[in-house]
């Protein structure tokens, strides 16, 4: 029944003609009665507070003054006319200004009674003034449903200009919740609202539109919010559980004697706990009978390889292959640099693949795949060739995510009868109440401890002017034997110029570090892959004492010899970006440094960067930085994502409700994952509308 009025076309409510029918359909996107209670104020406005004119001050505040106006004039020509309105109180005067609508507005205004005016003050030739102000007859004020509290509703120029002001949609608001009064049935159960002591339905919807009180006003939020983020919640919750019992994976019963082998006698270092805790929740994943699909997150130099070789001896011991990919070849081949000795040491074979791979090589592989002789393939995007075929694929690890698409990762899927187990490595930390609102589907590892013994890398921001003193800093580095990477952003949309910088850039430090006392690589994205490998090499074997690069080295490549990252332009660069390039240093016993250069203009936000770099090293506390000054729209894979379309939460500052709302979630499909129970039925009915609209704000009334 209720759904019923509920659905009524905008067009019938009272106070909405055709026009505004249409203008509210294309403006804001309401179609019908609930999708207008679903317009929810952006902000509220104490409405208790009146201001005197004398007092007013020039800082364009919103303010609200009773008077009266005396006198309406027309002034200026053409399209500068305008319709001016002198309002006074009994301590001075402003003017009132319309622009548009003049001939209209002035039929309407009545002249010495007392009006409620509200709008943004602003100050113009000696007087201030309020343009298109929202009036109302103090009588009508004192009369309306509206209440102290002032809502202000999302809006758009045109709507303003077609005369639907925030008062209109007040006006509207009201009309509307006389009409359908008692129509909205409860989405939550009884368990769930007395337990976080939630108001009703009817109530939160009431006192957002119309609040009585702040305390009010504050819980309805509180509800809304939660049921907003509860829905979301407990569709990934309820994903991720019917992907555990529907796809099947193989399960990998026993810890067998390569990785036992390993644990033992080869383990180059004691792992963290951290990556012990992470270890062990692979290893239960991928001996359960649901295929494992976890993300992995560790913060640059966490020791997330090494979790990854573990879960593929898991993988190897059950008789099953792996397979490690790396978005870049300098990443992929380090990987494979770095896993061959420990695959040598427990006699598994490894193989890397990559887009410069020779035929023979190829051919080597290809066998061995195919005949199960090779245990361990790494590589780049190459691996997701349909001529790479498996015997018997059980483990597919990507390493820094974010470059891969899904589709890709689907690639990986048909390798194999069954989809391998996936674990997906990410050194971007996302803040976990991102993670968990756009990968809640997925499963998270944390690494959150790094191996003993680090020291803090040393970060500080210069400005250009000081850059001379920073290249005396350099020489006296590499006079103490260490390396040095200089970073140059490379951004697609200017390549050319970033280009041009870079080798601006490569220039002056050949003049200021001239051979042979020097010798400096560089690498970039337009070099063959060969001679990318070959400049490398040298600075890995510490032939060169400098790395001029372009991000290309942004992620994994570990030297733990370069102790110093000099980013230049370092405002071009996001906070995660400029994160995982410092993380390329601080990998030896040494002391190590990362100098931010800069120009001297900065805006607020590129100071903001600077100043999180040089206060922390915390990627977690970085990444949430990032979001708030970013949002989430931007981060990255999050844009297609419809999870943080939030109508009424915010993923930033809301973090708490959101954990309540998964924990809540969780909780109630674990007793019940069909939401069959009795005391679930308004849940549930809910769920079900859910799925019908895409919008989840259109079920829940
Ligand atoms: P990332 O998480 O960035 O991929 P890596 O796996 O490359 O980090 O590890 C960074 C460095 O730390 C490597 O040199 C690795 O050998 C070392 N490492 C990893 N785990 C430990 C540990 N538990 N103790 C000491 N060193 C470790
Ligand atoms: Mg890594």
């Known amino acids: 029944m209720a759904q019923d009025v509920l659905q009524t076309p905008i067009d019938y409510l009272k106070g909405?003609?055709?026009n505004r029918a249409t203008l509210l359909r294309s403006e804001l996107g309401i179609q019908t009665f609930q999708d207008l209670i679903h317009l929810f104020p952006n902000r509220y406005i104490d409405r208790t507070q009146f201001y005197k004119i004398n007092a007013l001050q020039r800082n364009n505040a919103e303010v609200q003054i009773v008077g009266q106006i005396t006198e309406i004039k027309e002034v200026g020509q053409k399209r500068g006319k305008r319709l001016v309105a002198t309002f006074r109180d009994e301590t001075g005067k402003i003017d009132l200004v319309w622009f548009r609508g003049q001939k209209w507005i002035r039929e309407r205004l009545k002249l010495h009674i007392d009006y409620v005016v509200f709008g943004k003050i602003n100050f113009f030739n000696g007087v201030f003034n309020i343009a298109h102000p929202d009036m109302e007859l103090k009588t009508d004020f004192d009369k309306s449903l509206s209440t102290a509290i002032q809502p202000i509703y999302p809006s758009t120029e045109k709507l303003y200009n077609r005369g639907v002001s925030n008062r209109a949609v007040c006006k509207l608001m009201e009309h509307l919740f006389l009409h359908v009064g008692n129509a909205f049935t409860e989405s939550?159960?009884?368990?769930?609202?007395?337990e976080n002591a939630i108001i009703s339905k009817k109530d939160a919807l009431l006192n957002i539109h119309f609040p009585k009180s702040q305390k009010l006003l504050a819980r309805a939020q509180f509800r809304l919010k939660f049921e907003e983020l509860f829905f979301i919640q407990l569709q990934l919750v309820y994903k991720n559980l019917i992907h555990k019992s529907k796809i099947k994976g193989f399960p990998f019963e026993k810890v067998g004697s390569y990785f036992n082998d390993f644990y033992q006698h080869h383990l180059p270092f004691n792992l963290t706990e951290a990556q012990k805790r992470v270890v062990k929740e692979i290893r239960t994943d991928m001996g359960s009978n649901a295929q494992m699909n976890r993300l992995l997150q560790g913060d640059v130099g966490s020791g997330k390889t090494i979790v990854a070789f573990l879960s593929m001896l898991i993988a190897i011991d059950n008789e099953f292959q792996a397979t490690l990919m790396a978005p870049t070849e300098i990443l992929a081949t380090q990987h494979y640099n770095g896993l061959k000795p420990l695959c040598d040491a427990v006699g598994i074979s490894?193989?890397?693949?990559?887009?410069?791979?020779?035929?023979a090589a190829r051919k080597e592989i290809h066998a061995g795949l195919e005949?199960?002789?090779?245990?361990i393939l790494v590589g780049t995007h190459a691996v997701?060739?349909?001529k790479v075929q498996f015997k018997n694929l059980g483990l597919a690890i990507i390493?820094?995510?974010?470059?891969?698409?899904?589709?890709q990762r689907s690639k990986l899927w048909h390798k194999n009868t069954s989809p391998p187990h996936v674990l997906v490595m990410?050194?971007?930390?996302i803040p976990r109440t991102l993670a968990m609102s756009v990968y809640g589907d997925l499963d998270i590892s944390v690494i959150d401890e790094l191996p003993p013994g680090r020291k803090p890398i040393k970060t500080v921001h210069r400005f250009d002017s000081n850059r001379l003193k920073?290249?005396?800093f350099l020489r006296d580095e590499i006079a103490k034997g260490r390396q040095i990477y200089i970073v140059y952003p490379l951004i697609k949309e200017s390549q050319k110029l970033d280009f041009k910088d870079l080798m601006d850039g490569y220039e002056s430090i050949a003049r200021e570090f001239p051979v042979p006392d020097y010798q400096i690589s560089i690498v970039h994205g337009q070099m063959k892959a060969a001679d990318k490998e070959f400049e490398m090499q040298r600075f890995i074997k510490g032939e060169t004492q400098i790395m001029v690069a372009t991000t290309v080295i942004e992620v994994g490549v570990n030297v733990p010899n370069a102790s110093v990252m000099v980013i230049e332009s370092a405002e071009r660069f996001g906070l995660s970006q400029l994160h995982q390039l410092r993380g390329r240093v601080g990998r030896g016993a040494e002391q190590s440094y990362c100098i931010l250069m800069t120009s001297h203009k900065l805006g607020n936000d590129s100071k903001t960067r600077m100043e999180t770099m040089v206060r922390s090293s915390d990627g977690f506390e970085i990444a949430e930085v990032d979001l708030k000054l970013r949002g989430p729209g931007d981060i990255m894979g999050t844009q297609q994502s419809g999870v943080l379309r939030l109508k009424i939460a915010n993923i930033v500052q809301d973090k708490t409700l959101l954990s309540l709302a998964r924990s809540w979630a969780k909780k109630i499909l674990k007793e019940d994952p069909k939401l069959s129970l009795p005391k679930h039925l308004p849940i549930n009915t809910t769920y079900i509308q859910m799925g019908k609209y895409k919008n989840i704000w259109n079920y829940i009334s």
């Open 371 to 375: 005949d199960g002789t090779l245990h």
């Open 384 to 386: 997701l060739e349909d």
């Open 188 to 194: 939550l159960s009884e368990e769930l609202i007395e």
């Open 16 to 18: 909405v003609g055709p």
């Open 350 to 359: 490894i193989l890397l693949l990559t887009g410069s791979s020779k035929i």
């Open 470 to 472: 920073v290249f005396r």
């Open 426 to 429: 990410t050194a971007t930390p």
């Open 399 to 407: 390493d820094e995510q974010h470059r891969f698409g899904v589709a």
